[in-house]
């Protein structure tokens, strides 16, 4: 993970043990092979479901699937480590349990436009820790989207996949996130984070100051989003926007946030509006070399979500905490949903390895959320969007 040779030599591991895998399991070589990478947000969080801005970036975690067509409309996948399933396209996906519904919801959705036959046989791996709030299933969800739009020759974009994607999480697992995880998924590119403008889809490469870091902190705790407050906190920014006569809170300014009489709406709306509006300051930082300005809009990123959205939680609290005195460190927050997961720090680039071994040294999990897996660090570079290999 640490070096882009070291995570290319990884890859090649990963793609030779995908096609084995494949061959094992279905006997003949697959036609296609996609990738897709997981992704950290850097600051614009809970604003994508209120048409804000969000400046996520592809790491290299990856998911990758070797598929051959099936010639009708049966889909047979095993997935290293976590077993096999097997549907037809004409079920309905909430039949399908666990991960295969994310696939098999891409697969109902983008076959609705589609006459020809469109099942495929697969077999996957993954690198993407799941339920680290790094994106593992808009990985799954952006992925398989591209097998099945490559295998059917279909005419559908990565934008369109994307949303596709959303919808699954929408419809059929029951979380009403936004699209910043799949876009992410989809349209980044090597080298570079994404302004994403989620009212007009409208994206940007933006470049991280070379001396700068980014450095991943996973607390080992886990929860899934489905499980948590997170579609409450959506509904309190739909009922604060309209309470303010706006669609959503992008429409929302910080002096219209005083005609706001409950006090609880009124810290969820301020926290949204001033992310948005700390998701362009970061940018400017960024394109002014001033990593240190930065920094401390991640910290007041992570003050917000903790005090005024209450997405936070003690081992993120605690890991934040610590990553802000760690040597080289401008800043640190949590990130994705919350309430478990990760956290993401920028850092300066010559001071790397002194702040991963200070926070590994110093870090653990609080008694009131423990880990259910190892802490783990990990300095990111920022990669490329979902590809055919
Ligand atoms: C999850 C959701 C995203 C976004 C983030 C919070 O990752 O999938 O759509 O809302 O939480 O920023």
Known sequence: MLENRTVSTFRSEQVNRTTEGFQREFGSFPEILVRCPARVNLIGEHTDYNDGLVLPMAIPFETLIAASPSGNNMMTITSEGFGSVKFSLEDNPMRTPGWGRFIHGMGSFMSRSQSEPLGWSGYISSTIPSGANLSSSAALEVASGTVFKSLGAMDVNLTEIALLGKRVENELIGVNSGVMDQLACALSQQGNALLLDCLSLDTSPVLIPEGTGVVIMDTGTRRELKSTSYNDRRKDCEVAASALGFS?????????????????????????????????????????????????????????????????????????????TGPGCFGARMTGGGFAGSAVALVDRDQTNNFCDFVRDNFECPESQPAVTSTRIYPVEASAGVSIL
């Open 248 to 324: 959503s809170l992008r429409d929302a300014s910080m002096s219209d946030l005083k005609s706001l009489t409950d006090a609880l709406l009124k810290r969820r709306a301020h926290h949204v509006v001033s992310e948005s509006e700390r998701v362009l300051k970061v940018v400017r930082s960024f394109a002014e070399n001033d990593s240190a300005t930065a920094g401390h809009l991640f910290n007041q990123s992570h003050t917000s979500l903790k005090e005024d959205f209450a997405v936070s939680s003690p081992a993120l609290d605690r890991i934040v905490e610590i990553a802000i």
